[in-house]
């Protein structure tokens, strides 16, 4: 039987790479199952470890690995050798949930099985033990998921410290091109992806950007344009805090190589938990502009208050059918990042919905405030009404408008979400799973008529 525990989540005030700075959040708890065999409180120690081997048997080692499934669930585990069987436990570091693993070491070939409160096999870890990594490829018991474990091998004093954010960022790096800037905006987030933007001043041209990095730093970025066409791809290396080092490969076979300094960096907050059942995860980007990371935290308690509740209402079976059940996560995007302005959408995914959900955001970093359509339109402007129509009529012309899955979607979702951006007003779709996000974009010179005096976006065009 389980027995029923809560800890409580706390937050410091100040963003320290790990942990969501929010009093909202002080008082948030989070039920967690424990069982006195499987799913256990706490790290295992050496006694843990051995009693899951024979009694008085002799055991060559017990060693600690600290690291994060997906690069986002920061896991510990504890495994004892025999000189034939492995054991041990993986413990989600967050929600203290700890799972008994069992399995062999053949030379570096480490593989373990997860085994579930009723005994079965609820998923499998197989992959390397070598130069003090254990890095290996995670599937449930039936093989329709799976995920990616990297971890290091650590002192035993260093388990159990949550760091999910702490390889994540936001950089922004500048250079001059033909007399004008020449921009780069780039965030970092889980299992090395990158997304960002271009932006050339003197084309007035903004290029999406979107790859990963590797390990070693290396990069791949794809190039498009506004309404998806291929601009060519980004590659090079980088190294946190320091330049940027880009060879743009255009789509017509050219090849032209920059040096871009780094303007500015953000880190990210992020907060994640999980436990047998599936797990939730936040990142969001920390700015200087007090209000704007009101706004985050706002948003993020109130998601998080509900992805708790979803994750404590009606608990199933620990069974291995109900392994990583649920999961939900949410992201950022940004559409601009300068002296100025700090926009894009926040957007959130959760398997308990059909569809993920999101809410843009446009701060003036100078006056430390959000911006609304009253602050940019002229009086007696049914700016809302305008905008929405305006981007129906764009939406209708969108490559994949043909395809009846595509544009039934875009029917009953539509371009919600608004955002500044140096080029004009971007309208955006909630993001989907196979169609990504719809953008369109309505230009400064087609809303110049409706803009006020003194609007603030009158510098950008």
Known sequence: MFENQTIVLYFLQNFTKKHLPTAALLCLQIPVLFSQN??????????????LFPKNAPLEWVKYFSGRLDDVSDVDISLGFDGKNCRGFLTYTESRTRLRLEGSLKKDELILREIAK?????????GIFRDKKFDADWSNYNSTLGGRLETEEVNVSQIGVSHCGDNKWLNRYATKLNGGAFEITLFRANNGLLTGEIWLEKERKTYFLK?????????FL???????????????????????????????GGK????????????????????????????????????????????????????KNQFTKNLPEPIPANRDIQRASAWPEISLWSDDFFCGI????????DFPQGKSFNFDLQKNKEIGLEDIFIKNFNAKNWLETEAQKQGAKLPEISKPEFRSWLEKVGFPMWNISRDGLEMSSPFHPMFGRQRVLISWATLKPYLKKESLVIGLM
């Open 38 to 51: 499987h799913l256990t409180s706490g790290i295992s120690n050496d006694t843990a470890v051995a009693n």
């Open 118 to 126: 009723n005994g079965e096999t609820s998923g499998f870890l197989h």
């Open 211 to 219: 790859g990963e990095m590797q390990p070693d730093g290396t990069y």
């Open 222 to 252: 794809n190039v498009s344009k506004p309404g998806g066409a291929s601009a060519g791809q980004l590659r090079g290396a980088m190294q946190y805090l320091q330049n940027l080092e880009v060879a743009w490969h255009t789509s017509g």
């Open 256 to 307: 032209q190589f920059f040096n871009l300094s780094l303007l500015e960096t953000l880190s990210v907050g992020c907060y994640e938990s999980a436990d047998f059942f599936g797990g939730y995860d936040v990142i969001y980007p920390k700015t200087k502009s007090h209000a704007c990371n009101s706004w985050f935290e706002r948003q993020v308690a109130g998601w998080l208050g509900m992805c």
């Open 346 to 353: 926040l957007s959130f995914s959760e398997s308990w919905h």
